[in-house]
């Protein structure tokens, strides 16, 4: 298994222990944690594709290791800092590219993630380490509401990506 695959299984091992340090709320080594596994995402990205490490696993792993990361705080922060029906859009975009995913690799077609769906991934790791140390300084508002940007702009690039995806890849619903 080559380097960047290593750095995307670390990612999802890294979640475990960020869900243990946020609720035994050491918030800040959960931030540590989260950004940690959250650079690995650029890292692992930036080596395979510098070292020509690109494979069918990493295009595949490495989102659904994003997804398990974010999502993981996402659903540790419903209600008080991540509205439940915004998580349910969320996931409503996710099941559907990850299930269009599944039945182009079943006639054989790998589809990596697009620049949208990227984006909105950055915005959702950086939303998450400011939601997570917000509520630690609510004297400081601005820290409260760039969360609060980042988390609704991650939404937007999240409906956003959802449709663009599906427009681009409508002939996954007619295959056989």
């Known amino acids: 298994m080559n380097l960047p695959n290593k750095l995307t299984i670390g990612r999802v091992i890294a979640v475990p222990f960020f869900i243990a340090a946020y609720m035994l709320e050491y918030y800040i080594v959960a931030c540590i944690i989260f950004i940690g596994a959250s650079f690995t995402d650029y890292l692992d990205g930036h080596l395979a594709r510098k070292h020509n490490l690109v494979s069918n696993f990493g295009k595949i792993m490495d989102p659904l290791a994003d997804k398990v990361l ?40 790998v589809v990596a993630a697009g620049m949208s769906g990227k984006i909105k991934t950055v915005l959702q790791m950086i939303a998450v380490p400011l939601l997570i140390i917000a509520p630690a300084f609510p004297e400081f508002a601005p820290l409260w509401w760039g ?13 956003y990506s959802g449709v663009e995806y599906v427009m681009q890849n409508k002939q996954v619903f007619s295959m056989k």
């Not at 969360?147 to 409906?159: D, H, R």
């Open 147 to 159: 969360a609060q940007a980042f988390l609704w702009a991650s939404l937007v690039m999240t409906v």
């Open 70 to 109: 974010v999502y993981a705080a996402f659903v540790l922060m419903i209600p008080d800092l991540v509205p439940a029906w915004m998580f349910i859009i969320i996931l409503a975009r996710e099941f559907t590219v990850s299930g269009m995913r599944t039945v182009a690799a079943s006639e054989g077609i």
